[in-house]
């Protein structure tokens, strides 16, 4: 398939609905009613349309403005590191936040973790990570060209991997995200020397942003302005910390 003539369901929504409004109960309860039994495109593009989140991204990205992003190669995850390495990982990435005046919403360590802060970021709930996950292992089955290269085994057996609730995202799944939402996902990071890692989809201007962290190789969550987090109880326990 074609991308440049890949018609994307996510970006339907004319100018007037982006700027939101009163549309935007009425979307989130007719995603509500149908989100269990449909794969309803354009509600979930009215809902991308109408997020509320813009200006907050506005306010994260000057934050962090002043950081350069390295270029992003996508990948399949390596190794996860001891729990030495890992405790120092999230000690930097601690201090990182606190420095930039940022707050992590808490993501359930199942697996899922990467899926469900993309979901809270585009939809504002991480309970929406299934519909997430399924549009992206759509992404990467109809635009293989752009993905198998960094995909070192089957492609099929890789697809059919990623679509299982619970197996881990990648940075190649962030690529696929980036190019099925038309968002630059915006990660601060406890690499070492990689503090900041910004993901562009291909060939299009993104239309939004995602603002996640990365306990480099271990787990993803949410990013919030300090203060700003929203209250939630994760349902299962996180990872170590």
Known sequence: MDYEHNTNPFARASGSERAGGSTSASSSSSFSSSVADTDDDQTIARMLAEDESLRREGMLGKRLSHLDSIPHTPRINTKIPDINDATLDHDLLSVRLATYGLAELQMEGDGNCQFRALADQLFGNPDYHKHVRKHIVKQLKEQRKLYEGYVPMKYRHYTRKMKK??????????????????????????????????????????????????WSEVHYNSLYSSGDVPTRKPRRKHWLF
């Open 165 to 214: 609730s619970g197996e881990w995202g990648d940075h190649v799944t962030l690529q696929a995200a980036a190019d099925r939402f038309e968002a630059k996902i915006c990660l601060l990071t406890s690499f070492r020397e990689q503090s900041y890692i910004e993901i562009l989809p291909h060939n299009k201007n993104p239309l939004r942003e995602a603002w996640l962290s990365f």
